[in-house]
Nanobody, 121 residues
């Protein structure tokens, strides 16, 4: 019913930048929070940044000042601008959205398939 498709992952050198995109499609009535999570090999998935529909955002301490999350509500799309990338940012990045489907009450969580970000020289 709802699909999230991420793009923008790549191999980049330390200090470089990338911009991730995630577009939600399907029977969407509204979206509350859209967020980016990441999972590095051997580690648990962690929240990177979240953008709430009312404009509020929050970030993991490890990315504050380097990453910026934004969203286009008209396009049901969320972005993650990543600057000053470090090797420890290497991970699979997953998009997540809390979606209310047309004809149903309540919000349900959906996940994208992930996009690989590798920071290495």
């Amino acid at each position: 019913q709802v699909q999230l498709v991420e793009s923008g992952g790549d191999l980049v050198q330390p200090g470089g930048s990338l911009r991730l995109s995630c577009a939600a499609s399907g029977s969407i009535f509204s979206i509350n929070t859209m967020a980016w999570h990441r999972q590095a090999p051997g580690k648990q998935r962690e929240l990177v940044a979240a953008a709430i529909r009312d404009g509020r955002t929050n970030y993991a301490d490890s990315v504050k000042g380097r990453f910026t999350i934004s969203r286009d509500n008209a396009k049901n799309t969320v972005y993650l601008q990543m600057n000053g990338l470090k090797p420890e940012d290497t991970a699979v990045y997953y998009c997540n959205a809390e979606v209310r489907i047309v004809g149903r009450n309540g919000y349900y969580a959906y996940w994208g398939q992930g996009t690989q970000v590798t920071v290495s020289s």
